[in-house]
DNA sequence: ACTTTTTACTTTACATCGTTAAGTTAACGG
DNA sequence: CCGTTAACTTAACGATGTAAAGTAAAAAGT
């Protein structure tokens, strides 16, 4: 008994469905955990109706990260404008450090699970443009910072440096989610470990005072 | 035509060829290409005989992962031992950062992959043995400058500037191997991010000059 | 008004995966 | 010579992603 034709909208809504459901599951049991045929069960449809809204598996999963990518930027962007771009780069360190922590699955998915497809299908429209891509945002400050000439002349441009101060949080954050649970090292608690890489990394990247 | 008994060399000879084989092909292609299936064509052997020798996969995984960390702390003690021991950080940094880009699988294995085991049942040996363990090489460094009283006082313990060290220099080399291959920001030269990482840090763990 | 095409979806099916159960066959212990 | 065991295989189960082939109702064409 297959319904009538479909408005656009309502072909959205459906597709909409599908990755509120796909993100249900991972979310709360990880991406490994996510199967199509559950994810067709939870929305009411058979498994292959799902490659009518979506080309594979990949691809939806890529739909639900270039979503979060946005949440993301959002997120960060939310933040009191402090006037010191110094202060906001230290902000901007505690919120990511906060959302890696509030939605690890995500993140993973995000910054830590090699992607197999193409870059040029899927949305491009945030690339560079600092309201939907939060490493734009970041290097807008860095450059904004660096224009006040605070940075070492021997750190380099600002790109290198947005790359620095990222790739430094990021560290504390990844090795949280995969190793949150081991105990053959004592781990310092995590607030204590993104505090020190903010600091360590400001503290040396800036001209000493 | 199941041959004679064997002896315990030739149980774990063959043990031995299992995860020759299953890295061959791990190292190749990724983790995720790695089939039981596959492995056991490599090794002449049917599927089946692979759990007489391993648990599951997970453990023959966990198995090549165990030998890596152990082959990686190796690696980092084959430096050349300067005397002192901020050097010593530099080059093991260095060291480590050239091993993630030689082998990334392996790396994504050890570093980026979540394991859902226990810990109890595998090699306990290393932990805490500078030897066998890199971090506790680390570790070791670290405490053997914090003797010197270089480090600020408001960077903590031993151990907290160690996993600092540490997750810096993770969070270029991770990010280098999820996304080497982007385009849409301009990434600088690897090597440029470990060195200004490496530099960054140290600086601003030091006491100022 | 009747036929044809298109739309939205399902059923069936295929290949592959990790893993278990049930053989099979050769060597060894009695 | 017979039974047990060690080493391995074949067959099979349930799950996965996904393609091919239906099905039925609405829309379009005449």
Known sequence: MPPKTKTPEQRSALQQLIL??????FVARGIEAVSMREIAKRVGYSPTTLYLYFQDKQHLLQTLCDHDFLTLAHELRALEQEDNPLAQIKALCQSYSRYAQLYPNQYRLMFMTPKFNISKDTT??????????????????????????????EAGDSNLIAQTLWAGIHGVCS?????????????????????????TLLAGLLKPA
Chains 1, 2 share one sequence.
């Open 124 to 153: 491009t429209l945030r690339h560079g443009n600092p309201e939907q891509d939060a490493y734009a945002y970041l290097l807008a400050m860095v450059e904004s910072a660096h224009q006040q000439q605070v940075f070492r002349p």
């Open 20 to 25: 509120d459901a796909a993100r249900e599951l």
């Open 175 to 199: 090795l949280q989610i995969i190793f949150a649970e081991d105990d053959w090292l004592d781990w310092q608690a995590y607030e204590a470990r993104v505090h020190l890489m903010q600091q």
